[in-house]
C-alpha cells in the first residue's frame, strides 16, 4: 500500500496536510511528524516505528530542507527498496502524490519534481487572452433557442468558489476535462478575478469565464460537444439555466453553495457543512432534481456520493 510521510521543522508538516485534505479530502495513509516542536520527543525512536510498521509499503517520504536536520535524519531509510525520499516539499507536488496509484514510479516522481517547480512563479497581472473559434458562425452566437439542443456537456458543477483546489487538482483529473467555461456573471465582468480564475487550472486545460447567457451559447456551439468540458457555476439558479438550455449533461454536481452569499444561515436549509440554499434556490433545486434525478453532492471524488433528491426527502 503506498503511504506518504511528511516530515519538517516545526509545524509546517501538519499545516500542509491540513491544506492537503481541504483540497483532497481526509487519507489514512498520510503521516505527519512536526519534528522538534516538542522537546521530550525522540524524533529517531519516532521514524524507527514508523519504518517499521510500513516494511512492506511503499512509502513517499517529503521533507522540507535538503541540508536540514530532519532531511539528514531521513537519509538511513532512503537506501530502502520501498522508500523514496523527496525534500523541498511544496503544495502541488504533495497533491500529485495523494492523487497518484499505488504504483508510484521515479520517473513519475521527477515529472512531478518538475512540474511543481513551475508552480512557484511570480504572478503577472497581464491579460490572458481568451480565443472563441474563428469560425464560430454568427447566427450560433446569437441564438436565444435551444429547444432542439445537442449539446453535450462532461459535467455541471455548483460551486461558490469556481475554480480552486478541489476543482483544479482532482475534478479535473477525476473528470479528465479539456476545457472549463465558467458560467457566471460577476465574474466574466471583473477582469482580475477573470484572471485569477484562468490562472488557477493546470497547463493544457482551457478556461472561459462568460456571462450565464453567453455560456450558455457557446455550449449548443457543435465543436463544444467535441471536447470533455467542465461547466462552473456560482449559483444553482445558474445551473438551472444551464441545464435547461443544454442536451446532456454526464455528471451533476452540487459542491459548495450558499457560504459566501452574506445571506442569514437562519433563513436557509442546510443539506451539509458546505451546502446552505434559501427557499429560492431550494425551489431550483427541485426543479434540477427533475430534469436530472441523479444530481449528487460530492465535494471530492474520494467522498461518499449522495443523490440530492435522498437528502432533500428526509429534511421535508
Same mark, same amino acid.
Given at each position: 500500500?503506498?503511504?506518504?510521510?511528511?516530515?519538517?521543522?516545526?509545524?509546517?508538516?501538519?499545516?500542509?496536510?491540513?491544506?492537503?485534505?481541504?483540497?483532497?479530502?481526509?487519507?489514512?495513509?498520510?503521516?505527519?511528524?512536526?519534528?522538534?516542536?516538542?522537546?521530550?520527543?525522540?524524533?529517531?525512536?519516532?521514524?524507527?516505528?514508523?519504518?517499521?510498521?510500513?516494511?512492506?509499503?511503499?512509502?513517499?517520504?517529503?521533507?522540507?530542507?535538503?541540508?536540514?536536520?530532519?532531511?539528514?535524519?531521513?537519509?538511513?531509510?532512503?537506501?530502502?527498496?520501498?522508500?523514496?525520499?523527496?525534500?523541498?516539499?511544496?503544495?502541488?507536488?504533495?497533491?500529485?502524490?495523494?492523487?497518484?496509484?499505488? *504504483? %508510484?514510479?521515479?520517473?513519475?516522481?521527477?515529472?512531478?519534481?518538475?512540474?511543481? =517547480?513551475?508552480?512557484?512563479?511570480? +504572478? @503577472?497581472? !497581464?491579460?490572458?487572452?481568451?480565443?472563441?473559434?474563428?469560425?464560430?458562425?454568427?447566427?450560433?452566437?446569437?441564438?436565444?433557442?435551444?429547444?432542439?439542443?445537442?449539446?453535450?456537456?462532461?459535467?455541471?458543477?455548483?460551486?461558490?468558489?469556481?475554480?480552486?483546489?478541489?476543482?483544479?487538482?482532482?475534478?479535473?483529473?477525476?473528470?479528465?476535462?479539456?476545457?472549463?467555461?465558467?458560467?457566471?456573471?460577476?465574474?466574466?465582468?471583473?477582469?482580475?478575478?477573470?484572471?485569477?480564475?484562468?490562472?488557477?487550472?493546470?497547463?493544457?486545460?482551457?478556461?472561459?469565464?462568460?456571462?450565464?447567457?453567453?455560456?450558455?451559447?457557446?455550449?449548443?456551439?457543435?465543436?463544444?460537444?467535441?471536447?470533455?468540458?467542465?461547466?462552473?457555476?456560482?449559483?444553482?439558479?445558474?445551473?438551472?439555466?444551464?441545464?435547461? *438550455? %443544454?442536451?446532456?449533461?454526464?455528471?451533476?454536481?452540487?459542491?459548495?453553495?450558499? =457560504?459566501?452569499?452574506?445571506?442569514? +444561515? @437562519?433563513? !436557509?436549509?442546510?443539506?451539509?457543512?458546505?451546502?446552505?440554499?434559501?427557499?429560492?434556490?431550494?425551489?431550483?433545486?427541485?426543479?434540477?432534481?427533475?430534469?436530472?434525478?441523479?444530481?449528487?453532492?460530492?465535494?471530492?471524488?474520494?467522498?461518499?456520493?449522495?443523490?440530492?433528491?435522498?437528502?432533500?426527502?428526509?429534511?421535508?
Amino acid at each position: 500500500m503506498k503511504q506518504i510521510l511528511i516530515a519538517t521543522h516545526g509545524k509546517m508538516a501538519s499545516g500542509i496536510r491540513y491544506t492537503l485534505e481541504l483540497v483532497v479530502g481526509k487519507m489514512a495513509e498520510i503521516t505527519t511528524l512536526d519534528a522538534y516542536v516538542n522537546p521530550e520527543e525522540d524524533v529517531e525512536q519516532i521514524l524507527q516505528e514508523y519504518f517499521s510498521c510500513h516494511k512492506e509499503d511503499r512509502v513517499l517520504v517529503f521533507t522540507d530542507l535538503k541540508g536540514g536536520s530532519v532531511n539528514q535524519k531521513m537519509m538511513q531509510y532512503a537506501g530502502w527498496p520501498n522508500v523514496t525520499l523527496i525534500t523541498g516539499i511544496n503544495l502541488p507536488i504533495l497533491l500529485q502524490a495523494a492523487l497518484a496509484g499505488e *504504483n %508510484v514510479t521515479d520517473s513519475e516522481l521527477e515529472e512531478w519534481i518538475e512540474s511543481s =517547480r513551475k508552480e512557484l512563479q511570480l +504572478i @503577472s497581472l !497581464k491579460a490572458a487572452e481568451e480565443k472563441i473559434p474563428e469560425d464560430m458562425p454568427a447566427a450560433a452566437a446569437q441564438s436565444e433557442t435551444f429547444e432542439h439542443s445537442q449539446a453535450k456537456i462532461t459535467a455541471l458543477r455548483v460551486d461558490d468558489r469556481l475554480i480552486h483546489g478541489q476543482v483544479a487538482m482532482t475534478w479535473t483529473k477525476q473528470l479528465r476535462v479539456e476545457g472549463i467555461i465558467v458560467a457566471n456573471d460577476d465574474a466574466a465582468n471583473d477582469s482580475t478575478q477573470k484572471m485569477a480564475l484562468q490562472m488557477a487550472v493546470p497547463a493544457g486545460i482551457r478556461v472561459l469565464v462568460k456571462p450565464v447567457g453567453e455560456a450558455v451559447r457557446m455550449l449548443n456551439y457543435p465543436k463544444a460537444s467535441q471536447m470533455r468540458i467542465l461547466v462552473l457555476t456560482r449559483t444553482i439558479r445558474d445551473a438551472l439555466t444551464i441545464r435547461q *438550455n %443544454v442536451g446532456e449533461i454526464g455528471f451533476l454536481n452540487i459542491g459548495n453553495v450558499g =457560504r459566501f452569499d452574506g445571506i442569514d +444561515i @437562519s433563513r !436557509k436549509k442546510v443539506l451539509t457543512p458546505t451546502i446552505m440554499i434559501t427557499p429560492e434556490e431550494t425551489e431550483c433545486l427541485e426543479k434540477l432534481i427533475e430534469l436530472d434525478p441523479d444530481t449528487c453532492m460530492q465535494q471530492v471524488p474520494g467522498d461518499e456520493r449522495k443523490l440530492v433528491k435522498d437528502v432533500i426527502g428526509k429534511l421535508k
